[in-house]
């Protein structure tokens, strides 16, 4: 059987490990903003306990290898805690929490990157510090964080595949399934190296787009 | 313009405990303490101030003129000393500072417009979101500050797109939108060349006469001079001298302000 | 068991045993990712268009392959063009390819931050090409990339745990097997975690250290 009739046989079936890569990186990079964000915004006004809390998770996380972390949670703390999760949840929980320690400092440069005199104009319109925050801080960090942020996604993409380790049917697992079967090694490797460089690209596409499309004049990416 | 109201004749009043009530007074400053670590800035400034007066401090540089303003809206916390606000105290005034704060609007050196708004945005954000207006209404008053301040056509242009005296109209229009009785100016053109100054101080002229409280920090001794009802001499944190610009610019009486006023004789000669 | 017993008779043992590997892998590994990420960051600034180009296919690929992958191609798909490589020398290799890739993004950004000015100095002076490249833009290049360069040596530190997955016996390898044998996961992954903390967190310092030594007065990084 040639290399192409076994990719088309099996098209459908990488098709459903693209839909799981996909959706490891949708929810990972979901509960990395929701998470990151508050985590930063903590780090730049929060009281002292809570910054050297968060500075302590963001030391923990990026201090670990993505598989240790797998190992970790899928092995140790899930099952301790008496949760017998599934590996698809368990991949996408760690790297989301991974990523909110990345996406935490990117937020927090950001965030203390904005000249002070916003936030004393805001509150000298009889702003809350709260509605500053909302209104005017958050609104200008995000987009001066977008260019940095946008490099989590090819960094979650790629490690994603190491959820191969806790047998999640990512893309990389089922490369490996079907090559375990059809013994057919390197066209289909590279077939998946292919995939995922194409998913890159296309994903830093779409964050291009939106770049533009929040883009101000003299502002954030695009200017000093 | 600005079709403010006329000068209330407030009813006597009912503060209880201010030592200095006195109803002409729209706000009055009570002995202002700020320290900066060990630095003493202000070492206890009083003053009060009529309704539509102008009053512009002067003084050389670091001697806690601009710390005072901050101290007025309590956006610097003053170590001791009160403020009123006809007789409502604003120092100590918990989650109610931000009314004093509506009622109280600033003017920045550095403009400190809101960088990822348009000009209109920029007047329209605090009455959307402190005022809690309709969208249709704050739009509608926001493009009504612009037009005063000259600056309707420049409506959907971003800070980064205007210059600064632009900006500087756009900032004074956006403190005008929450209809404040007093506007504190710091330093509002020395961040400008002379052509762009030129064009704040014809904004806030206008302003002056057209009744407005303002309090004013600034090096424009001719603007001092031509507008102020009061101008206060500050050095060191303490008021040394205080007068109508006749007397202060002209006939000094103390040495240390004839030596400050000295400086800046061509700016101030009397136009007989 | 014993909880005393298990970790002076067993957990430790395995995990030091591991911690060599580890430590095997990132020395094999670092020196030769630098050389060839230099390589790379010189052939995409001044090789000829060709050179400049597969360079830059080279990075694409790289960055855009999971490293994962890389490693499964190195060592399952090579046999099949007739290239066996044990799991220790697939893993280095892949380790070496993936770094360089890394790294010459960072050098690359450093020589195009030396100034003009220099190259252009260098050349008045009679230097050639090569020598300009070699006694000016890398000595300043390799300066800045630093923080770059360092940033990717942590990455190596934590991404040679996939090794394992090659079925190499390296330090999370090591923790997973005890582990499993133990049923004692908490246990031990936390262990195995302070270890990788304490790794990255003296390299942190140290290159904090580095950083200073090597600096030059008026440069800035």
């Not at chain 2, 007047?123 to 969208?135: G, H, Q, R, W, Y």
């Not at chain 2, 309090?215 to 303490?238: D, K, P, R, T």
């Not at chain 2, 103390?254 to 061509?266: C, E, I, L, M, N």
């Not at chain 3, 302070?194 to 950083?211: G, N």
Request: aromatic residues 10%.
């Amino acid at each position: 059987m040639d290399v192409t009739s076994i990719l088309a046989e099996w098209t459908p079936y990488l098709i459903g490990g693209i839909s799981l890569t996909l959706g490891l990186v949708a929810i990972a990079l979901g509960i990395g903003v929701a998470l990151g964000l508050p985590f930063a915004l903590v780090q730049v006004y929060g009281p002292r306990p809570a910054k050297a809390a968060i500075s302590a998770y963001a030391w923990f996380f990026r201090g670990l290898p993505v598989l240790v972390l797998l190992f970790l949670f899928y092995f140790g703390i899930f099952p301790a805690m008496g949760l017998d999760l599934p590996a698809f949840f368990v991949g996408a929980v760690v790297l989301g929490l991974r990523g909110a320690a990345y996406q935490s400092q990117i937020f927090r440069g950001a965030i203390q990157s904005i000249n002070e005199g916003q936030m004393i104009a805001a509150l000298s319109l009889g702003m809350t510090r709260l509605t500053a925050i909302k209104s005017i801080i958050l609104p200008q960090s995000l987009r001066i964080a977008l260019p940095g942020w946008s490099n989590e996604y090819p960094e979650i993409l790629t490690d994603s595949a190491i959820c191969y380790a806790i047998g999640v049917a990512e893309l990389l697992t089922r490369t490996s399934q079907i090559v375990a079967v059809t013994y057919v090694t390197m066209p289909i490797y590279l077939c998946c190296a292919l995939i995922f460089i194409l998913l890159n690209y296309a994903g830093m596409r779409v964050i291009h787009v939106v770049e533009k499309r929040v883009a101000i004049p003299g502002f954030g990416a695009g200017a000093g | 313009m600005w079709s403010k109201k006329e000068l209330p004749s407030r009813a006597s009043g009912q503060g209880q405990d201010s030592p200095m009530k006195d109803d002409a007074f729209v706000l009055r400053v009570e002995d202002i303490h700020k320290k900066f670590g060990t630095n003493e800035v202000l070492k206890g400034v009083s003053f009060n101030v009529r309704k539509g007066e102008t009053i512009v401090f002067i003084g050389p540089s670091g001697t806690g003129k601009s710390t005072l303003l901050r101290c007025i809206n309590q956006l610097t916390i003053p170590e001791k000393g009160r403020v009123w606000l006809h007789d409502d105290e604003v120092t100590n005034s918990g989650p109610k500072i931000s009314y004093f704060r509506q009622k109280i609007g600033m003017v920045f050196q550095n403009f400190y417009l809101f960088d990822h708004l348009t000009a209109v945005r920029n007047v329209e954000i605090a009455l959307l979101k402190v005022k809690k207006m309709d969208p249709e209404s704050a739009r509608r008053q926001a493009l009504y500050e612009l037009e005063q301040v000259g600056m309707k056509g420049w409506a959907d242009h971003y800070p980064a797109e205007l210059s600064g005296g632009q900006a500087q109209r756009v900032s004074i229009a956006r403190a005008l939108a929450m209809d404040p009785e007093v506007i504190l100016f710091d330093e509002p053109t020395s961040a400008l060349d002379p052509e762009l100054t030129r064009e704040v101080l014809e904004v806030m002229k206008k302003l002056a006469k057209s009744g407005m409280t303002m309090l004013v920090v600034s090096h424009e001794m001719g603007f001092a001079a031509s507008v102020a009802n009061q101008i206060i001499f500050m050095e060191n944190g303490n008021i040394v001298e205080q007068g109508p610009p006749d007397a202060l610019l002209y006939d000094p009486a103390y040495v240390r302000t004839r030596k400050f006023v000295g400086q800046f004789a061509d700016l101030t000669q009397r136009k007989d | 068991m014993e909880p005393a017993g298990f970790i002076t008779d067993i957990l430790i043992p395995a995990l030091s045993q591991g911690l060599v590997v580890t430590l095997q892998l990132i020395v094999l590994s670092a020196p030769f990712g630098l050389l060839l990420g230099i390589g790379i960051s010189l052939g995409r600034q001044y090789g000829g268009k060709n050179l400049s180009n597969i360079c830059k296919l080279y990075v694409i690929f790289i960055k855009g392959c999971p490293l994962l992958l890389l490693l499964f191609i190195l060592y399952f798909g090579l046999p099949s063009v007739g290239i066996t490589l044990t799991a220790f020398a697939a893993s280095v290799i892949g380790f070496i390819l993936c770094n360089a890739a890394y790294n010459s993004e960072y050098i690359r950004g450093a020589i195009l931050s030396v100034k003009d000015g220099q190259t252009i100095a260098a050349q008045a002076l009679g230097m050639t090409k090569w020598q300009v490249i070699r006694e000016v833009v890398l000595p300043q290049a390799l300066r800045r990339a630093i923080p770059g360069l360092s940033n990717e040596f942590i990455y190596l530190i934590k991404y040679s745990s996939l090794a394992y997955m090659l079925t190499v016996i390296e330090l999370s390898g090591a923790g997973k097997l005890v582990a499993t044998k133990y049923f004692a996961y908490n246990e031990v992954f936390i262990a195995v975690g302070i270890v990788y903390l304490a790794l990255v967190t003296f390299t942190t310092v140290a290159v904090h250290y580095l950083e200073k030594r090597v600096a030059v007065p008026g440069m800035i990084h």
